[in-house]
């Protein structure tokens, strides 16, 4: 398996642009989950999904950010308008059997607005 | 709010010196997990810990889960430039989620 893959690598914006950030989870992984990381905060999960459903999003900072998973291999996470303190590494991850188990990482989507 | 402190928060040492890296809270947590973090990658997990006073090693990295399933300490013997990275220790809470420590960065020099 390819492992989780995430689009793009790298992302750099004007602040008030609208970001779409893009994740295909490990096939069969029922939970797909959202991560950024930053020096300050370190990891927090924005949001995580369990068979296609949106679990739990107190995670999510503010109405700016939402997150689709339309089917079990596809889920994106927008942000729009884009701000600068929205710059940080973005990561997907996903799980095979519970929200607390082994999650597998993305190699996550830099992005930066300017 | 159940909190996961590391320490340290970085440490940079010559390679052969064994280190200690820490995680505690003082909440009991049914699991803990270890990921190691290189850069421009995302975590990846080295080991699960379940019960209390578990050891667990991985060639030269030692694991333990304290007693009362609230801390877990990563040992590192004979370091090398590849243990280099973010050491990151994730618990699962009465939720069954898991909540994240802010990290060790280690750096180990040649």
């Known amino acids: 398996d390819a492992g989780v893959i995430q689009s793009p690598r790298h992302e750099v914006t004007e602040m008030g642009q609208e970001v779409t950030l893009r994740c295909k989870p490990i096939?069969?992984?029922?939970?797909l989950f959202w991560y950024r990381q930053t020096m300050m905060r370190g990891l927090e999960l924005l949001i995580y999904f369990n068979n296609n459903v949106p679990i739990d999003d107190s995670g999510m900072p503010e109405d700016r950010f939402s997150a689709k998973m339309p089917n079990a291999s596809f889920s994106t996470l927008k942000i729009q308008p884009s701000e600068p303190r929205d710059s940080a590494v973005y990561f997907c991850?996903?799980?095979?059997?519970?929200?607390?188990?082994?999650?597998?990482f993305g190699q996550g989507t830099r992005l930066t607005v300017v | 709010t159940q909190l996961l402190e590391q320490s340290p928060q970085f440490l940079s040492i010559q390679e052969g010196e064994n280190l200690t890296v820490y995680c505690n809270s003082s909440s009991v947590f049914s699991s803990l997990q270890w990921y190691r973090q290189e850069p421009g990658e995302g975590p990846v997990l080295l080991v699960t810990v379940v019960t209390g006073g578990e050891v667990k090693k991985l060639k030269r990295l030692t694991f333990q889960f304290g007693d009362a399933r609230k801390d877990s300490s990563l040992h590192i013997t004979a370091a090398q430039p590849g243990d280099t990275g973010l050491y990151l220790c994730a618990a699962s809470d009465s939720n069954y989620q898991l909540i994240w420590g802010a990290g060790t960065k280690l750096i180990i020099k040649p």
């Open positions: 096939s069969g992984h029922d939970y």
């Open positions: 991850a996903s799980s095979l059997v519970g929200p607390n188990t082994e999650a597998f």
